[in-house]
């Protein structure tokens, strides 16, 4: 642009200095708009020059990038590559040593197999076993339930006929009261009721025979025995050891049946009694003085609860 100006300027001059024809002036009109259009070429060529200048440049930064880019992933590939190659030989000897070990432990896997196999039959002998023992433990468990509810059941009888021992005693203490220690006791012992008469209440010396005293406390007995049927009732004959065994067998038995004469006339039913004569083989108290053998010398009515509620529960 330097060197088009002075030129554009000489010819201003020499237009507005000189006369010139039209022609001529034509010519250089003409020249100067062609000068003028390639100025204006020139000046957008070196625009487009610049910016292409900038364009190389900025594409000449990205190369370089690119190029760092592409060396660090080379030295990354080539990492790799090594690392790959290092694996791959570290994991072919693994394979190897693998296939060894499996050649070299399949008689031991194989009887590893059979004792797997073994045991697993086992294990099935001793599930069906514990099966079968869960099904009697549970037959067992309604079992159990079944005699426990017999249990309670039983335990319930147990107390009522323990009561009605309780109930019978206080009854015949009731009505005999009149008598003394040395003459009734009314004991309880192993579920059964023991009233023992002396011989000075009921008899004489070797007889059988009761007296009116005996008499009367054996009536009053009797209507409590009529009124409790529920016991059975065993007539026991007790002597001293004076005399002979024989007649002391006899003795004792006679007395025992007078007794249970007594009490049937008087209401008791014959089949709830038994007789026995216990001569002097149960005594209370030694044979040693006279003290002793008065205690020895007696009949003991022994009352005890009939046991078929109890069977029944038990069956």
Avoid at 263 to 278: K, Q, W
Avoid at 288 to 305: A, F, G, H, Q, W
């Amino acid at each position: 642009m330097k060197r088009i100006t002075p030129l554009l300027i000489s010819l201003a001059v020499g237009l507005a200095t000189s006369c010139v024809t039209t022609k001529k002036h034509k010519e250089l009109q003409d020249q100067y708009t062609m000068l003028q259009s390639n100025h204006a070429e020139n000046s957008n060529a070196q625009r487009e020059n610049e910016l292409l200048q900038n364009d190389v440049l900025r594409l000449e930064g990205e190369r370089k990038n690119q190029q760092v880019a592409l060396e660090e992933a080379t030295v990354l590939a080539q990492s790799l590559q090594a690392n790959y190659a290092e694996l791959s030989t570290r994991y072919n000897s693994l394979l190897e040593r693998n296939k060894m070990l499996l050649e070299s432990s399949s008689s031991e896997i194989r009887g590893l197999s059979e004792r797997l196999a073994q045991q697993e039959d086992e294990l099935f002998k001793r599930q069906r076993a514990l099966d079968n023992y869960q099904k009697n433990l549970e037959s067992r468990e309604t079992d159990f339930d079944a005699w426990k509810a017999k249990v309670n059941d039983l335990q319930k009888a147990l107390y009522e006929k323990e009561a009605r021992v309780n109930e019978l005693q206080r009854k015949i203490n009731l009505a005999l009261s009149n008598l003394s220690a040395a003459d009734l006791t009314v004991t309880p012992r192993d579920g059964r009721l023991y009233v023992a008469l002396s011989q000075n209440l009921l008899f004489q010396s070797g007889s059988d025979y009761i007296g009116a005293a005996g008499q009367d406390a054996l009536k009053q007995l009797a209507s409590i025995l009529r009124t409790n049927p529920e016991m059975e009732i065993t007539v026991e004959g007790h002597t001293d050891n004076v005399g002979s065994s024989d007649t002391n067998w006899r003795l004792s038995t006679s007395r025992a049946n007078s007794v249970v004469r007594i009490l049937t006339d008087n209401g008791v039913t014959p089949s709830r009694i038994t007789a026995a004569g216990r001569a002097f083989y149960v005594p209370l108290a030694p044979n040693d003085t006279e003290t002793n053998r008065s205690k020895n010398r007696r009949v003991e009515i022994i009352l005890t609860p009939k046991l078929d509620e109890l069977y029944n529960i038990i069956r």
